[in-house]
């Protein structure tokens, strides 16, 4: 196993879960505020490979998604958006290698379909396959114990129904399984699989609108995913560690410019509902909140408790920004933008991308520029396929 790759699986570890016990917090009579205010902060969850955008139509406009045009993969961004889709069924298939600017062997998978059941309302699942590559195990001493191949996934399913004429709803469910360690002992106490269970709730809008005789539609969206249990990697139940519920909120803007050609602008704007760590390295908490706390409990804390005050919370908010342009609903071609605090995980790219449809069939691939030299994200590629059969009675 290369340094690298042993750096990817060393740092998945630290974040994704703590095996060592947990000192006992205390409150502190501290200033709040000065010792975090720009210092590096980020929020660290179980199972990130959740908010990874898995497909590349919206991985080459920046992540954004909560409100654009329906597809396949809408389970990622919106599945309220699916009540609204054009089609009677359809099937996306994607695949990505990741961090392939460190190693050639993690990659990610994602399948997903949907069934429209009458003219209101529609079903969909996917499945979410994260692959971590070959590891090689060693004991405390450096000796090899075996090569393993940690990995995770999740499969969801969806219910998307429309609430009036230019409104639909949605609630999703989740199970989530991850298994980095294939039962190894870490730091002397044996590990197992992490489960959870979670939830998605949604909101999709759109309106008709014209400007100066061109016609379009407004549309917004709103998604709280991931509302789950949280995870333990080992049979001590007092270290376990929030999954990555996510508030997303975006609106876009559809212009029909002519017969051929149509123009999409959409912002999303992501913020974590998970606490903010403010403790020390002997678990004392030096500012802000105890993050030790249910999952309902910490959802709303997550609005106000960052040990920086309101402009720590607001860094903790990233921007997606993406731009579409189709021409005879056949060839697309997409750019966007990524923005996340530099206290927050620094992470800022852009991306571009085309897409191709051709009667059932769709193809698109996208790819990541970042804006950092000898970044992990370097080089990242996406490749989705879809394909779709057409139900014009149910056309919206």
């Known amino acids: 196993m290369t340094h690298s790759k042993q750096a990817i699986f060393t740092l998945l570890l630290l974040t994704a879960f703590s095996i060592a016990t947990k000192a006992q917090l205390k409150s502190v009579a501290a200033d709040p505020k000065s010792n975090y205010i720009g210092q590096f902060n980020p929020i660290t969850t179980a199972v990130p490979f959740l908010m990874i955008s898995p497909d590349a139509r919206g991985g080459s406009m920046g992540d954004a998604g909560v409100s654009s045009e329906p597809d396949a993969f809408s389970m990622h961004y919106n599945p309220a958006k699916f009540a609204f889709i054009k089609k009677d069924m359809g099937v996306g298939i994607s695949y990505s290698p990741w961090l392939k600017g460190l190693t050639n062997d993690i990659n990610l998978a994602y399948l997903s379909g949907f069934k429209r059941i009458t003219k209101d309302q529609v079903i969909a699942m996917s499945l979410r396959y994260f692959n971590l590559g070959n590891i090689n195990f060693t004991d405390i001493n450096g000796g090899p114990i075996g090569d393993y191949k940690p990995n995770e996934f999740a499969l969801d399913g969806t219910y998307s129904r ?82 990555p519920t996510n508030f997303k909120l975006g609106p876009s803007l559809t ?126 590629l996406r490749f989705s396929l879809l394909i779709n059969f057409d139900a014009p009675s149910a056309a919206k």
């Open 162 to 243: 429309m609430l009036t004429s230019n409104m639909s709803m949605a609630v999703a469910a989740r199970f989530i399984h991850s298994n980095l360690t294939q039962g190894q002992d870490v730091g002397g106490q044996a590990t197992k699989p992490g489960n959870s269970v979670a939830a998605d709730v949604a909101l999709f809008q759109r309106f008709p609108v014209e400007f100066d005789k061109i016609d379009g539609n407004f549309s917004w969206g709103l998604n709280i995913s991931n509302i789950g249990i949280k995870m333990s990697y080992s049979d001590d139940n007092t270290n376990k560690d929030f999954i």
């Open 255 to 380: 212009l029909n410019l002519d017969d051929f050609n149509q123009m999409s602008f959409m912002v999303d704007f992501n913020k974590l509902l998970v606490p903010t760590q403010s403790i020390d390295s002997n678990g004392i908490i030096i500012a802000g909140m105890d993050p030790n706390v249910s999952v309902p409990v910490g959802m709303i804390h997550s609005f106000y408790d960052a040990p920086g005050g309101l402009s720590e919370e607001m860094a903790e908010i990233s921007i997606s920004t993406g731009i579409e342009y189709w021409y005879a609903q056949q060839f697309a071609l997409r750019g966007g933008f990524f923005y996340e605090d530099k206290n927050k995980g620094n992470r800022k790219f852009f991306t571009l991308g085309a897409g191709f449809r051709y009667n059932i069939l769709g193809i698109d691939f996208s790819y990541l520029i970042p804006l950092e030299t000898q970044n992990p994200l370097e080089h990242t």
